[in-house]
């Protein structure tokens, strides 16, 4: 009788998919690393030699699927820079706004005077969301870790091993999936935690506008943005044709400073909220005000706010706009949550949980994007 051998855990390891075993190859292969090198040097490239690849981008998207094609519209800067560069091919494309009722009332002013848009709402109010599904807290991968690992069952125990012990199916131990043990006080929190609040709210709604009108969409993202969006785009370039959901990111080997510099040198409207943009002694580019935009209550990554300044998304929210902020805090219950996050935290990370505005904030710049 031949011998099985076991994995990590004393489980018999189970085959690759093909979706995984053609990854693997591609990773053996250096496809993966040749890919990475290309995009490093289209991220070097300068702005003009940029927009001229992202156009023939845009112009194969429109054509493969004979202008049948949207833009996805969150009103912010970097999807703004995208709707310019559509529109200066094809001044028809409709931008698809999601009102999620989480943007800032500036997005919602500047998607109303956009031309040509459609808005689309989810099924469910935020409130509702947080209620039944949980919070987004830390990050998507972690909320969704710790909602995993409060809610094991006979069909999830290899999620499960996974974000407990960083053991996939195949018994080989992998990074980045394991719950931090800095965050592992969420399994005992008095509320649910989750990742699912982005598909509710944005995603399900999207993917309900394409399957009735046949759109394929162009997305603002960079790869740039996460390692998430990285590995995508190094698997499938910006225009991924056969993915489950076909979508074209012509902006992904942009960065940040080129599309601060396209906005600013093109006068690409976006949002007051974001301020003015100004140029540091190093020739580099800011804004004044906030620097993403995004869904206003969302706490991902809000431990990481310190990165982008001294105050954070909530400090800066009480000043700018301070009825969402109570509406936040008091009325959905947020100050709870986050007074929980810091009470169980280690001192580190509880140090960076803050929502209180402090006294010097009152000299803040971002009074400027009134």
């Known amino acids: 009788m031949q011998s099985t051998t076991l994995d ?24 993966v690393q040749a890919a990475f090198d290309e995009l490093l040097r289209k991220q070097a490239l300068s702005l003009p030699e940029k927009i001229e690849l992202t156009h023939k981008v845009i112009s194969d998207w429109y054509e493969a699927w004979d202008g049948l094609v949207s833009v996805s519209f969150s009103g912010g800067k970097d999807s703004s820079v995208l709707l310019h560069l559509v529109r200066q091919q094809y001044p028809d494309v409709p931008a ?3 009102n999620t009722g989480l943007e800032y009332p500036e997005i919602a002013r500047l998607v109303k005077a956009t031309p040509n848009h459609v808005v689309l709402r989810p099924k469910i109010p935020f409130w509702q969301v947080v209620r039944d599904y949980g919070w987004p807290l830390a990050s998507k991968k972690i ?4 909602h995993i690992l409060r809610n094991p069952t006979e069909k999830n125990q290899n999620i499960w091993r996974l974000y407990d012990q960083g053991i ?39 993917a309900a506008f394409e399957k009735a009108t046949g759109r394929k969409p162009f997305v603002g993202t960079l790869a740039s943005d996460s390692k998430a969006r ?20 012509p902006l992904s080997f942009w960065t940040e400073q080129d599309v601060l510099r396209a906005i600013r040198d093109f006068r690409i409207p976006i949002p007051a909220v ?19 935009t995004g869904c206003v209550f969302c706490c991902f990554g809000l431990h990481l706010d310190h990165l982008d300044g001294p105050q954070n998304r909530f400090q800066r929210l009480a000043l700018s706009h301070p009825r969402l902020y109570d509406y936040c805090m008091n009325r959905l219950g947020l100050r709870d949550v986050l007074r929980y996050c810091k009470d169980a935290a280690n001192p580190g990370l509880a140090a960076r949980l803050v929502w209180e505005p402090e006294p010097v904030m009152e000299q803040c710049n971002l009074l400027e994007v009134a």
């Open 274 to 292: 974001y301020g003015r943009i100004m140029e540091n002694r190093d020739g580099s580019l800011y804004t004044t005000g906030v620097r993403r």
């Open 8 to 31: 990590a855990a004393g489980n018999v390891p189970k085959p690759l998919t093909a979706h995984e075993a053609q990854w693997a190859e591609e990773v053996r292969s250096g496809a």
């Open 96 to 98: 698809v706004f999601c």
């Open 230 to 249: 990285q590995r995508t785009y190094l698997k499938t370039g910006c225009n991924a044709y056969d993915a489950v959901h076909p979508r074209s990111a």
């Open 168 to 206: 996939n199916r195949h018994g080989r131990e992998v990074h980045g999936f394991k719950v931090p043990k800095q965050w592992r006080f969420l399994t005992q929190a008095p509320f649910e935690v989750s990742d699912i609040c982005c598909k509710i709210m944005k995603k399900d709604p999207s």
């Open 143 to 146: 909320a969704r870790g710790v």
